[in-house]
């Protein structure tokens, strides 16, 4: 059964512990049904769960999402009004501007007038929206979500207009190896490469896992995990039991779902230095939901191992559920998952 096919039951669970778990699972994965999408929205939106909101991002958005975002926007306190607002901003320049009246309400005029831009400007003006972004990123005191999601916007136009040439993307990268820290041009490259779909580069982008940048690292996982290759897989196994990639690393492994991702995972495990690293790869294993897991997830509830890195009674608790499997302690990790989440 495929992955899909195991969450789906399980899509709009009234448990709160296996609604955490197949959020996280999804949480990365690139080939969500739109559908999927427009059902988890009108049950956030009807129960109040805003919060919930964020593990969105990544999925795609169709009119019926947005219609409802824009029901329950407009219902919004002031305090869950900027999780809508997030999820307004990765809707697609398209699908806004069809919306744009009522959108209007909730997305600053600079970005009305970027979509414009980007929907029917010519190409010297969507680079030049492209450069002033990044600019813009790169003297951004912090992290600036609301900018990083507009230049990606503009990055897909320049992507699927023809407008940035295999030459710039190889310049724009070797400029940025050989940096302590990417900037913003060589980031987007390299979201560029996932857009693109240039495979001759997932070598390259799998040793990336080993800096130190955050939103690098962010950029670089998703990419490869679009992929849902075994190329991908082969290239970021040598990475998976390296101590400064295993957390980007399995996640990776743990999101692309094939046969070889579960078989370097359970590699990866058996040749663990480190227990602390056990958490990331049971994480990847159990978002995997292949009876292949449960042993190494049972030997690891087994060893009591405590780590900040996951609810590992959570973990343990949903993946059986999921997998219609029984287990003695179920219900006390049901309990114990209890607990923990009340203390918060």
């Known amino acids: 059964m495929h992955f899909l096919e195991k969450i789906q039951p399980h899509l709009l669970s009234e448990d709160i512990h296996i609604k955490q778990f197949v959020l996280q699972a999804l949480r990365d994965f690139p080939n969500i049904p739109e559908e999927w999408t427009v059902k ?15 593990d969105l991002k990544k999925h795609p958005m169709n009119e019926e999402a947005v219609r409802i975002l824009l029901e329950g926007a407009k219902a919004a306190t002031p305090e869950q009004l900027h999780m809508y607002q997030q999820l307004f901003a990765v809707v697609k320049p398209e699908l806004a501007m069809k919306y744009k009246g009522e959108l209007s309400a909730f997305l600053p005029e600079d970005v009305i007038r970027l979509y ?9 003006q969507v680079w030049m929206e492209y450069s002033r972004l990044l600019d813009a990123l790169d003297h951004s005191e912090e992290y600036n979500e609301a900018l990083f999601q507009q230049t990606k916007h503009t990055a897909d136009v320049l992507a699927k207009k023809g407008w940035i040439t295999d030459a710039e993307l190889a310049h724009l990268l070797n400029e940025n190896l050989n940096e302590d820290y990417f900037n913003f041009a060589g980031i987007f490259t390299v979201y560029l490469i996932g857009v693109l779909r240039k495979n001759e580069y997932l070598p390259l982008l799998a040793g990336l896992l080993t800096r130190e940048d955050d939103v690098l690292l962010e950029v670089t996982a998703d990419v490869l995990i679009s992929f849902q ?3 991908v897989v082969n290239e970021v196994s040598f990475y998976i039991t390296n101590p400064d990639a295993i957390i980007y690393g399995t996640s990776i492994l743990g999101t692309i779902k094939s046969d ?4 370097k995972l359970m590699q990866a495990f058996n040749a663990l230095e480190y227990e602390e690293d056990a958490a990331f790869l049971i994480e990847a294993l159990a978002h995997q939901l292949t009876d292949k897991a449960k ?16 609810e590992s009674e959570q973990l343990a608790y949903s993946y059986y559920k999921l997998m219609g499997h029984d287990h003695p302690k179920l219900e006390n990790w049901r309990k ?3 607990a923990k989440k009340g203390s918060f």
């Open 40 to 54: 988890l929205i009108k049950w956030m939106v009807d129960t109040h769960s805003i919060s919930m909101l964020e």
């Open 116 to 124: 414009d831009i980007l929907l029917y400007g010519d190409e010297r």
């Open 229 to 231: 290759s075994d190329q």
């Open 260 to 263: 070889l991702a579960v078989q």
């Open 295 to 310: 042993p190494f997830i049972d030997g690891y509830m087994e060893n009591g191992i405590e780590s900040i890195m996951i």
């Open 336 to 338: 114990i998952a209890d």
